[in-house]
Structure formats: structure tokens, C-alpha cells
């Protein structure tokens, strides 16, 4: 079979939610995938449910390594994909059964989308709709907003590096990538629906990261981006300026043309 898509899983003590996130991947329409679960070294039985689900379907394929972090996980993934497509699904989140088959028809059609990105719906202690929005390198440079569940080109992931392994803190790693690719000009695609299901729970990976870690990460990101940020800061001063002068420059003619005709103006001087 041609595998087109590839999923990246990675796990760590994911016993308790790994099952019905393979459900939805084996729901799913498109049907010329593969599912890579990486057991992040968890002390649970992540793996007897893994091997369970290997045995039901031979698109599905374990590793078991050392734990490492989510970096270099998915990268360890991403390295044995056979797709020319990637989707990384967190253990704990379901894809929508029309999700893949969408974005991978619009990626076989249209060279210039590098990603495929969608809204999302809470589930568990937070119920709701996450309504994403379409990519802004602006947007992004100052906070992370879509999440790690877009289909992206291998391609790019080679040219970026793959997955920053030298981030500070575990937890905002999709944050970086996003930011390599726009960096590269990596034109991202929004599909107007919800595509995933994001689970929230205060055990998981992001429910403990704290202000410091955030802080931290935060840090590094300006550093390794400070030309992106640079660059993005001078144009939007510029054109601050810029519309300042026109202001000023209009206030001017208001000012005159009713000094000259009214005898007196309307805007006071600075």
C-alpha cells in the first residue's frame, strides 16, 4: 500500500486515553496512512495497548525508547515516516474522520500549501469550540495559537531541522516549528471547521507548565528569532510613523482651512 500519510504518536503513560485516540485514527476516511506510536519510556501499560492495536491493524507501528521529551520523540517519529505527509496527534486527542482525507487532497493538489490546519473542540474538564483562525507570522511571533494537529510536507521539517531538541522546557515545541516554517515562508492553509479534539486536563504536558517555563521558552524563541522580530518590529514602526505623519499632515490642512475661513482652528497644537 502507498503511504501518504504518516501520524506521529508519541506517548508517555498514556494508558488511559492512547486507546481512543487509535480509535479515531483507524475511523478516519483516508485510508493510505500510517500510525507510528513512540513510547516516550512510560512505566504504565502504554505498551500492552500499543502492541493490542499493532496486532489489530498493520498500519500501526510501535517504538519503545528511553524517555527523551517530545522533541526529540516526534523527531524520532518524523525520521522513520515513510509518508510524504505528517500529522503529529497528541496520545490524549482525536482526529475527526474527514480531517486527513481534506487537507491531504488539498496538499496533492496545491504545491504552494506547506500546512493544513483546523479548529478544534474542547473536551474533558473544558468543554467548547477552539476557533483558531488563519496563520500570522505577526500573530505567532508573539504567542502560540494553533496547535501541533496540522498536516505539514515532510519536506519542510527536513529544511527547518525538525523539532527544536534545545528548547528550554517541554511544552510549546508545535510554537517553534510554526515559526521555522514561517521563517522559510511556508504558506499555511486554515480549513474553517473543527478537524481534532483537544483534551484538556490538568495532568496533561501543558496544564503544568508554569510562568517561569513559559518565561524561559519565551526567551529563547526572541534569541533564536531576533531577526524575525527585528525585522517585523522596524516594519510596523515604520508604518506607525507613517500614519502618524498623515495625521498630523491632515490636522494641519483642518487647521489652516478653518483658521482661513473661521478664523480660528480645531486641533491645538502639541
Known amino acids: 500500500m502507498n503511504v501518504k500519510l504518516s501520524i506521529i504518536i508519541?506517548?508517555?503513560?498514556?494508558?488511559?486515553?492512547?486507546?481512543?485516540?487509535?480509535?479515531?485514527?483507524?475511523?478516519?476516511?483516508?485510508?493510505?496512512?500510517?500510525?507510528?506510536?513512540?513510547?516516550?519510556?512510560?512505566?504504565?501499560?502504554?505498551e500492552e495497548i500499543?502492541?493490542?492495536?499493532?496486532?489489530?491493524?498493520?498500519?500501526?507501528?510501535?517504538?519503545s525508547k528511553q524517555n527523551e521529551g517530545l522533541c526529540k520523540t516526534r523527531n524520532f517519529g518524523i525520521d522513520k515516516?515513510?509518508?510524504?505527509?505528517?500529522?503529529?496527534?497528541?496520545?490524549?486527542?482525536?482526529?475527526?474522520?474527514d480531517f486527513t482525507k481534506e487537507a491531504v487532497a488539498l496538499l496533492?493538489?496545491?504545491?504552494?500549501?506547506?500546512?493544513?490546519?483546523?479548529?478544534?473542540?474542547?473536551?474533558?474538564?473544558?468543554?467548547?469550540?477552539?476557533e483558531i483562525g488563519d496563520f500570522s507570522l505577526e500573530k505567532m511571533l508573539l504567542v502560540n495559537?494553533?496547535?501541533?494537529?496540522?498536516?505539514?510536507?515532510?519536506?519542510?521539517?527536513k529544511e527547518v531541522g525538525g523539532y527544536d531538541e534545545n528548547l528550554p522546557f517541554k511544552g510549546l515545541e508545535d510554537w517553534e516549528l510554526w515559526l521555522?516554517?514561517?521563517?522559510?515562508?511556508?504558506?499555511?492553509?486554515?480549513?474553517?471547521?473543527?478537524?481534532?479534539?483537544?483534551?484538556?486536563?490538568?495532568h496533561s504536558m501543558i496544564g503544568v507548565f508554569t510562568k517561569e517555563m513559559a518565561e524561559g521558552t519565551s526567551e529563547y524563541i526572541a534569541k533564536k528569532y531576533s531577526s524575525l522580530y527585528r525585522y517585523h518590529f522596524s516594519k510596523y514602526y515604520s508604518e506607525y510613523v507613517?500614519?502618524?505623519?498623515?495625521?498630523?499632515?491632515?490636522?494641519?490642512?483642518?487647521?489652516?482651512?478653518?483658521?482661513?475661513?473661521?478664523?480660528?482652528?480645531?486641533f491645538q497644537a502639541k
Request: aromatic residues 16%; glycine residues 6%.
Open 145 to 157: 495559537y494553533i496547535d501541533a494537529c496540522a498536516v505539514f510536507r515532510k519536506k519542510y521539517w
Open 180 to 202: 521555522a516554517f514561517g521563517a522559510i515562508n511556508v504558506v499555511f492553509y486554515h480549513l474553517k471547521k473543527v478537524t481534532f479534539r483537544y483534551r484538556v486536563s490538568r
Open 108 to 130: 496533492d493538489k496545491n504545491d504552494e500549501i506547506g500546512v493544513i490546519h483546523g479548529n478544534a473542540e474542547f473536551f474533558g474538564e473544558k468543554t467548547g469550540l477552539w
Open 10 to 46: 508519541p506517548c508517555y503513560n498514556s494508558q488511559s486515553t492512547l486507546e481512543e485516540t487509535l480509535v479515531s485514527v483507524v475511523d478516519q476516511e483516508f485510508q493510505e496512512w500510517e500510525a507510528l506510536i513512540i513510547n516516550d519510556g512510560s512505566t504504565d501499560l502504554t
Open 242 to 266: 507613517t500614519l502618524s505623519n498623515k495625521q498630523r499632515s491632515k490636522k494641519y490642512v483642518i487647521n489652516s482651512f478653518c483658521k482661513l475661513f473661521f478664523g480660528k482652528t480645531i
Open 50 to 63: 500499543a502492541l493490542k492495536w499493532v496486532k489489530k491493524d498493520i498500519r500501526i507501528k510501535y517504538y
Open 81 to 97: 515516516a515513510k509518508g510524504v505527509y505528517i500529522l503529529p496527534l497528541d496520545s490524549d486527542n482525536m482526529i475527526l474522520n
